[in-house]
């Protein structure tokens, strides 16, 4: 798991001349840490981004799924998703928001709209939502390739849909673009987790899934280099979050090794119970990822690269879900139906006939049991914009707004 700074200070130095690279990172660290801190206090007028736009699956999707053939009867269409915030369902994997809605309050920006609601240019003045549900890391045909289903959705296709409608913010001037692009925050969130689950919820081993990792970051170290190219120059990417944590994948594997609470294997880690071997996945994904993006880097020294280490985030609270303000079990799915240590049933999903809502979905951390609660959405993101889970560390003030 890659480690976490907590601070950044300049460190006493005798007087020597710094080569032009290092002063090209120094600068683009500096212009990031400017931007950052300048949004929680500038005028509208004055430094601070511009605009949001985001990538990823269901954990950043405001509500495109909904909006394509392969999202005509998913969950996320009706209640109880979106009941806590918006009280309908928007499209959104969870009972309300999800952390890039805090991190666009954050930023004192509106909340993103999915790309394909199509607004036209003037509905995106400030940022899109181009993430899907289900969304993949690699395209469709490697997984028709293998046998396996999948939502036909990648990040290159999201790739594609920004690239579309940038030229309607800027009617084609290519200048212009490129003030946009500068003046924007990108975030790419979570990537590569359908890739995985697509595997390992369709019969296959985990060893199978571990060898998709490196094209999986060559997936994404591609679509980074695709924004640096039009002008990114502040991109936030999210790390896989821990996969072992999660109650569905916990019920998948009691049900294979018959076993009926988690204390009766060792692959169970003793501080959070969650699955040792499948976040040992998750680890080698974010340890290929920090080290592509450490690439990005030194390629592309004018631009301020920041890792989001969502894992991290996650597992901090299931060692200490009270310290967090949950009172519930944090491997347990707030909205299921199957009872037992994770209140999960893999037949169902949240929302599906024999399934129900817990009564305060703030106490939890699972909302469905792959995705989070509002209140841990709020956590997650909380720690991302005031920098106790970036690399390097960023400073933002979450809005307290409810």
């Known amino acids: 798991m890659a480690g976490i700074a907590s601070t950044w200070r300049p460190t006493a130095r005798k007087h020597t001349s710094m080569a032009p690279g290092a002063i090209l990172r120094v ?3 500096l212009r990031f840490i400017l931007l950052v801190a300048g949004a929680a206090t500038a005028t509208a007028t004055a430094a ?19 909006l394509l053939p392969a999202g005509r009867d998913v969950p996320e269409r009706r209640l109880p998703y979106g009941q806590t915030f918006f009280h309908r369902a928007t499209g959104r994997a969870s009972d309300g928001r999800i952390a890039i809605d805090f991190i666009a309050e954050a930023l004192e920006l509106p909340r993103l709209k999915p790309y394909l609601a199509g607004e036209g240019a003037d509905g995106f003045r400030h940022g899109a939502n181009f993430a899907v549900g289900g969304a993949t890391a690699r395209d469709a045909g490697f997984f028709q390739r293998r046998g396996l289903r999948s ?18 913010l800027a009617s084609s001037c290519p200048q212009e673009q490129r003030k946009i692009t500068a003046s924007s ?11 995985y689950l697509n595997a390992i919820f369709q019969n296959r081993t985990l060893d199978e899934a571990k060898t998709f990792v490196p094209g999986i970051i060559d997936a994404i170290r591609s679509s980074l280099a695709e924004l640096i190219g039009v002008g990114a120059k502040t991109v936030l990417v999210q790390g896989m979050l821990p996969i072992g944590c999660e109650p569905r994948v916990l019920e998948l594997f009691k049900l294979k090794h018959g076993r009926s609470t988690a204390g009766d294997d060792s692959d169970y880690d003793a501080a959070t119970g969650c699955l040792k071997s499948f976040n040992e996945l ?10 592509a993006l450490d690439e990005l880097r030194r390629a592309h020294p004018g631009t301020a690269i920041v890792y989001a280490d969502l894992y991290r985030a996650v597992t901090d609270i299931a060692v200490s879900p009270r ?23 893999l037949a169902a999903r949240c929302g599906d006939e024999g ?40 400073s933002l003030s979450v809005s307290s707004s409810d």
């Not at 998750?282 to 080290?291: G, K, S, V, Y």
């Not at 009172?327 to 209140?343: D, Q, S, T, V």
């Not at 991302?384 to 889970?389: L, S």
């Open 48 to 66: 601070r981004f511009s605009r949001l736009f985001s990538f990823g699956d269901s954990l950043t999707d405001t509500g495109n799924l909904v």
């Open 355 to 394: 399934t129900a809502a817990c009564g305060e979905p703030s106490e939890y951390v699972s909302w469905d049991g792959i995705h989070y609660t509002e209140a841990a959405n709020r956590v997650i993101a909380r720690g991302i914009v005031e920098g106790r889970y970036t690399v390097p560390p960023i």
């Open 185 to 195: 925050l990108f975030f790419v969130g979570e990537m590569g987790g359908n890739d």
């Open 27 to 29: 600068t683009a660290l």
């Open 282 to 291: 998750a680890e080698q994904h974010n340890r290929a990822l920090t080290a």
């Open 151 to 168: 939502v036909p959705v990648s990040l290159a296709t999201e790739m594609g849909w920004f690239k579309e409608l940038l030229p309607l």
């Open 323 to 345: 310290r967090y303000g949950f009172g519930g079990e944090p491997l347990f799915a707030c909205c299921g139906g199957g009872g037992g240590p994770y209140n999960v049933r």
